[in-house]
Every structure is written in C-alpha cells, then in structure tokens.
C-alpha cells in the first residue's frame, strides 16, 4: 500500500544501497595479496562479518573510538583463524582496508533504477553512520552522489543512528518534517527503530530475508520500494 504524505526519503548507505559484503570482500582480497597474508578468505569472511557487526555495536553505543573499531576487528579475526599477525601487519591492513574500499562500487541490483524512479517524486537523503571520507569516496565513485539533496555523517554530528540527534539534525538541514519523512535501511536498531522512535516512517531492507520480530514494513530488494513510494 502507498505511503501518503510522504515528501523526504531518507536512505543508510552500507548494506542498503551501496553493497558493503560484496566491496568488503574484494578489498580484503586485495589488501591481502599486496602483504602476502596467506589466509583462506572464505573462512576470514565467516568469522569476520559477525565480528565487524559486533564492533559496530559498540561504536554505535560510543564504547569504543574509530581505531579501536579498525584495529579490533582484525586482531579478533585472526585470532580466531589462528593467523599470526603483529601490530603492524594489523594496523597497515587497517589503513589499506579503508584506503582501497570505495574502489570497489558495487551496488545492489535495482539501486540506480529506484533511486532514478524516486528523485523525481522525493527528495532523497543519506544519514550514516559510516566514515565520512570513506562514505564520500562511496558516493562519489559509485556515481550516486547526484541522487541526493543532503548526506548527513554521524562524524559531522557527533552522534550516531539511533541516537535522535542525527535524525534531527539530517531532518533540519533540509527543513523536512518527521512526519513527512521515512528512513530506509538494514539495521533494525540503528535505522528502523532510531527512525520510528523519532516520529517517521520507516522500511527495513531485509536483503538476508531473516526472520525478525518487528512489525515494521520490511523489503527483500529495493525495486519492491515501488509498492510503498
């Protein structure tokens, strides 16, 4: 059923618009072949991705700094796959990792075609809680930056999605009202519930098609946002 009333779509950038396991995965193969770090990346990847969310948890909750997040994640990683690495090794990858991400864009199926199908009837924003030159790179590269009216970064703000700080200020940066907005996004608590406990709208992008709780409005690819906008 259409939304009504809605004028501003607010979207995340990681895992909803712009592919972040996919382009995750050619770095860290890239990056590990440039220091001969002679790992099975499949089984780097198995451990990795629930390492990273758990990480990003506590960066969201503002328990650790954005070093701690670069390094940890890696350290944890490899001691989980009994791979020997000391703090240089870690901290390069760290840097490389970050320096050689948005050089892969790849984008998931449908993201140029909705937001083509979108611009004209909203306007569209970006909040994230991503790196700001990082997600800038992103952007830039993968050629959607020209689709947006506004990109709100959690470093600009100081805060992070869910906290209600970023959604007010992403909001009146472009003096959009909360109840003429929906956010769009992968994360239930960071993006789903931090929208809705602000006053909007919201639609998960449940791209794994996990089973979750929540009531909210859930899409397995982005063209089914068609049948709500």
């Avoid at 618009?17 to 382009?23: E, G, I």
């Amino acid at each position: 059923m259409k939304m009504e009333g809605i004028k501003d779509v607010f979207f995340d950038l990681d895992h909803t618009l712009w592919d972040f396991d996919k382009n995750s995965a050619l770095t860290f193969d890239k990056i590990f072949r440039m220091y001969n770090v002679a790992i099975d990346l499949e089984d780097f990847l198995n451990h990795y991705e629930a390492i990273n969310l758990d990480y990003w948890k506590l960066y969201r909750e503002e328990k650790i700094d954005k070093e701690s997040l670069r390094y940890n994640r890696l350290d944890d990683t490899f001691k989980k796959i009994s791979f020997q690495a000391d703090s240089t090794l870690i901290n390069k990858l760290s840097e490389d990792y970050i320096t050689y991400l948005s050089s892969f864009n790849h984008l998931f199926s449908d993201a140029l075609d909705i937001l083509s199908y979108l611009q004209p009837k909203y306007q569209l924003h970006i909040i994230t809680n991503g790196f700001q030159e990082a997600q800038e790179s992103k952007l830039r590269n993968s050629k959607i930056h020209h689709f947006f009216k506004s990109v709100t970064h959690s470093e600009e703000v100081g805060v992070k999605k869910p906290n209600p700080i970023i959604f007010n200020h992403a909001l009146k940066k472009v003096n959009a009202s909360p109840k003429t907005s929906v956010m769009i996004g992968d994360n239930i608590e960071a993006d789903i519930q931090g929208a809705i406990d602000f006053g909007m709208e919201a639609i998960h992008f449940n791209y794994l098609k996990t089973s979750i709780k929540h009531p909210v409005k859930q899409i397995n690819n982005l063209n089914e946002l068609k049948l709500f906008l």
